[in-house]
């Protein structure tokens, strides 16, 4: 039982540290037009990953699953919305956006390519790689 008491402390350090992470995020916001929208946006997870961390009973409660299901559709809406937008808007190179008015800008585009990006070619790779398909279990030589 002492592993199951520790894997817990380490789920509620997790939450914690997102917690603290999102309540940042939301802290930085002040220099954002936007800004209020921002705030929410990151307050919100903060909220509810710190109600984990201080309980993690709280997932079983109907209004802390509500406001996670609200808050994801939201920002499910708001990505498809911000992504119609720089469709629309965008002046023919995404460097022309917010993203990439700062002289770094390219180089955070880029590494936000390269972030989201690395576990799709990763998968790719060691699923097309014949010689690490050989050494799969059984089990695991039927996936997609």
Not at 89 to 118: D, K
């Amino acid at each position: 039982m002492a592993g199951g008491a520790a894997e817990g402390r380490l789920w509620r350090l997790c939450n914690l540290l997102m917690a603290a992470f999102f309540g940042l995020a939301a802290a930085v916001q002040v220099n954002d037009p936007d800004a209020g929208l921002w705030m929410v946006v990151y307050l919100v997870p903060a909220a509810l990953t710190l109600l984990v961390g201080i309980n993690p009973s709280v997932t079983d409660n109907g209004v802390w699953r509500s406001l996670c299901d609200l808050h994801s559709a939201g920002c499910v809406v708001g990505t498809f919305v911000l992504a119609c937008s720089l469709f629309v808007y965008a002046q023919g190179n995404i460097l022309h956006e917010e993203e990439g008015r700062s002289p770094l800008g390219g180089i955070r585009l880029t590494a936000a390519v390269v972030v989201a990006l690395f576990p799709f070619v990763s998968w790719l790779y060691v699923y097309m790689n014949k010689e690490m398909r050989a050494s799969w279990p059984t089990h695991c030589k039927t996936v997609i």
